[in-house]
């Protein structure tokens, strides 16, 4: 199966800074996802993302499936972005995500 | 509103018992799946269906199994808990078999002891 790799795995920021996450496939995937694991557990799904740009007020996500990479971008950040984030895919037919290990972010004051 | 809801949130048992996991959702999707996150695992594939009566199995499949009698619900059985299984579970849904975006429920602690 495919092989998902995120960057940074931890990220500490002060409140108000700007952050890029990475995710890394090591095929073509399909159905690209980010998602948000609050420090309550709960996955929040951010964007579906499978190519393109998309903004979604403080958080936007590019994804270039031709290099098999997407990017997260958090702007303004808040202690509320706080969590574990997280990208996932498919590769052939049908739903089936694979996801990262994660990025782990803590926003202080 | 439109939800998938787990049952029950926490749960401890003792190794050999047979534990069933509750998942329903009320957004009418064909796709259910069920996943296992561990520390340094992130979260893999138990099980998915693609519709009443279909089942699959995924990346980490033994030792559980699934049934869809129906839309809403797709229950998780651990047939004999063992203490690797000892992890949070996740329940998801989507609308298209060909993709789109999973919508989770908010997950089931089991500790197997």
């Given at each position: 199966?495919?092989?998902?790799?995120?960057?940074?795995?931890?990220?500490?920021?002060?409140?108000g800074?700007n952050?890029?996450?990475?995710?890394?496939?090591?095929?073509?995937?399909?159905?690209?996802?980010?998602?948000?694991?609050?420090?309550?557990?709960?996955l929040?799904?951010?964007?579906?993302?499978?190519?393109?740009?998309?903004?979604?007020?403080?958080?936007?996500?590019?994804?270039?499936?031709?290099?098999?990479?997407?990017?997260l971008?958090?702007?303004?950040?808040?202690?509320?972005d706080s969590?574990?984030?997280?990208?996932?895919?498919?590769?052939?037919?049908?739903?089936?995500l694979?996801?990262?290990?994660?990025?782990?972010?803590?926003?202080?004051? | 509103?439109?939800?998938?809801?787990?049952?029950?949130?926490?749960?401890?048992?003792?190794?050999?018992?047979?534990?069933?996991?509750?998942?329903?959702?009320?957004?009418?999707?064909n796709?259910?799946?069920?996943?296992?996150?561990?520390?340094?695992?992130?979260l893999?594939?138990?099980?998915?269906?693609?519709?009443?009566?279909?089942?699959?199995?995924?990346?980490?499949?033994?030792g559980?199994?699934?049934?869809?009698?129906?839309?809403?619900?797709?229950?998780?059985?651990?047939?004999?808990?063992?203490?690797?299984?000892?992890?949070?579970?996740?329940?998801?849904?989507?609308?298209?078999?060909?993709?789109?975006?999973?919508?989770?429920?908010?997950?089931?602690?089991?500790?197997?002891?």
């Open positions: 199966g495919i092989q998902v790799e995120q960057s940074p795995p931890d990220l500490i920021l002060q409140e800074a952050s890029t996450l990475r995710c890394n496939f090591s095929d073509s995937v399909n159905n690209l996802q980010w998602f948000h694991q609050n420090p309550w557990g709960q929040i799904n951010l964007f579906y993302i499978p190519s393109g740009t998309k903004q979604n007020g403080r958080l936007s996500a590019t994804t270039v499936a031709t290099e098999r990479y997407s990017l971008y958090i702007s303004s950040s808040q202690t509320t969590g574990v984030y997280f990208c996932a895919g498919t590769t052939g037919g049908g739903n089936k694979t996801f990262g290990t994660g990025t782990q972010l803590k926003v202080e004051l | 509103d439109a939800e998938i809801t787990q049952s029950p949130r926490h749960k401890i048992t003792e190794t050999g018992r047979q534990v069933t996991l509750a998942c329903h959702q009320t957004w009418n999707h796709n259910m799946f069920w996943y296992r996150q561990d520390l340094g695992h992130g893999r594939l138990i099980h998915y269906s693609y519709g009443v009566q279909d089942t699959n199995k995924g990346e980490v499949s033994d559980y199994s699934v049934s869809r009698s129906n839309t809403e619900d797709l229950p998780l059985t651990l047939e004999s808990a063992a203490s690797s299984q000892t992890s949070v579970y996740f329940c998801a849904s989507s609308e298209s078999q060909r993709g789109g975006t999973q919508y989770f429920g908010p997950g089931t602690r089991l500790l197997v002891l």
